[in-house]
């Protein structure tokens, strides 16, 4: 997916377009400052800085702010005022947009449609923020939507992806029991998607903390065309617990271990050049 699919453009114009339209910013911050989610000093009056000051606190002190916050949306999501639930929905969507951006990158296949994939992964999304059950699964919001989000695509996507009761079982063989099986999940797609681009097969339980950055950032810049599939599995394979030394790697490539080197170096250097337009679409 080298370029950003129509539908996400679209989204995110539509939310510029939200958040300067009169009386919603305020709608979300009564509802964030009633639930005491936020003091009113904590709370700018702007709609899109106050998502980006929601999003930094739960970064900051954990998933039980994410759950607060998401909570208090889907209670209006569900509380059957048409017009506020609206507006619940769609900031709650623009909130789990990276997340469903992250899966369709995932899931796409060669061959494929990229727009047809955002489509389905949108849709998805859509139905999990108007249908999740908040009444009955008031913990672990934050997981809960992101779970239900990856079922669904799961079961969607069945000519991409295995079906989602083989992966399911893959998933509970794999994740010890006090694992978050959304993450889990998101790292079964990742391990997934890069075997297929023709990176080192990697287990789902390895792609945690820096070596699961590693190989997400490789896969956008495989799909950006920044690097070779050559050159990004040379770093992949490189890069990791027990990596050959470069002499051994060197013969099985049949090159010397200072051109090995050099490749390497090249490639690393494309890698970093490019790094902070990944995290600012991360």
């Given at each position: 997916?080298?370029?950003?699919?129509?539908?996400?453009?679209?989204?995110?114009?539509?939310?510029?377009?939200l958040?300067?339209?009169?009386?919603n910013a305020?709608?979300?911050?009564?509802?964030?400052?009633?639930?005491?989610?936020?003091n009113?000093?904590?709370?700018?009056?702007?709609?899109?800085?106050?998502?980006?000051?929601?999003?930094?606190?739960?970064?900051?002190?954990?998933?039980?702010?994410?759950?607060a916050?998401?909570?208090?949306?889907?209670?209006?999501?569900?509380?059957g005022?048409e017009?506020?639930?609206?507006?619940?929905?769609?900031?709650?969507?623009?909130?789990?947009?990276?997340?469903?951006q992250?899966m369709?990158r995932?899931s796409?296949?060669?061959?494929?449609?990229?727009?047809?994939?955002?489509?389905?992964?949108?849709?998805?999304?859509?139905?999990?923020?108007l249908?999740?059950?908040?009444?009955?699964?008031?913990?672990?919001?934050a997981?809960?939507?992101?779970l239900e989000?990856?079922?669904?695509?799961?079961?969607?996507?069945?000519?991409?992806?295995?079906?989602?009761?083989?992966?399911?079982?893959?998933?509970?063989?794999?994740?010890?029991?006090?694992?978050?099986?959304?993450?889990?999940?998101?790292a079964?797609l990742?391990a997934?998607?890069?075997?297929?681009?023709?990176l080192?097969?990697?287990?789902?339980?390895?792609?945690?903390?820096?070596?699961?950055?590693?190989?997400e950032?490789?896969?956008?810049?495989?799909e950006?065309?920044?690097?070779?599939?050559?050159?990004?599995?040379?770093?992949?394979?490189?890069?990791?617990?027990?990596?050959?030394?470069?002499a051994?790697?060197a013969?099985?490539?049949?090159?010397?271990?200072?051109?090995?080197?050099?490749?390497?170096?090249?490639?690393?250097?494309?890698?970093?050049?490019?790094?902070p337009?990944?995290?600012?679409a991360?």
């Amino acid at each position: 997916m080298s370029a950003e699919p129509t539908l996400i453009t679209r989204l995110n114009t539509e939310w510029e377009w939200l958040c300067a339209a009169h009386g919603n910013a305020d709608r979300v911050r009564s509802w964030m400052l009633s639930a005491g989610v936020l003091n009113a000093d904590q709370a700018p009056a702007a709609l899109d800085e106050l998502c980006v000051v929601l999003r930094e606190r739960a970064d900051r002190d954990g998933a039980a702010v994410s759950d607060a916050w998401m909570g208090v949306l889907l209670q209006r999501v569900g509380a059957g005022d048409e017009r506020n639930a609206a507006l619940a929905a769609r900031v709650l969507v623009q909130a789990m947009l990276p997340c469903a951006q992250r899966m369709m990158r995932r899931s796409l296949r060669d061959g494929e449609c990229g727009e047809d994939v955002a489509q389905l992964v949108v849709a998805s999304l859509w139905e999990v923020v108007l249908t999740y059950p908040i009444a009955r699964r008031p913990r672990k919001v934050a997981t809960g939507l992101r779970l239900e989000l990856w079922h669904r695509v799961s079961r969607e996507l069945t000519r991409e992806l295995a079906s989602s009761e083989q992966l399911d079982e893959e998933l509970l063989a794999a994740c010890p029991g006090d694992a978050d099986p959304s993450l889990a999940a998101e790292a079964a797609l990742l391990a997934r998607a890069a075997a297929e681009a023709g990176l080192r097969p990697t287990a789902a339980g390895e792609l945690e903390g820096a070596r699961g950055e590693l190989v997400e950032i490789l896969m956008w810049a495989l799909e950006r065309e920044v690097l070779t599939s050559q050159a990004a599995a040379g770093i992949c394979d490189h890069y990791r617990e027990g990596a050959p030394q470069d002499a051994e790697a060197a013969a099985a490539l049949g090159v010397s271990p200072v051109a090995l080197r050099r490749r390497r170096s090249r490639a690393v250097a494309r890698l970093r050049e490019v790094v902070p337009q990944w995290v600012e679409a991360a």
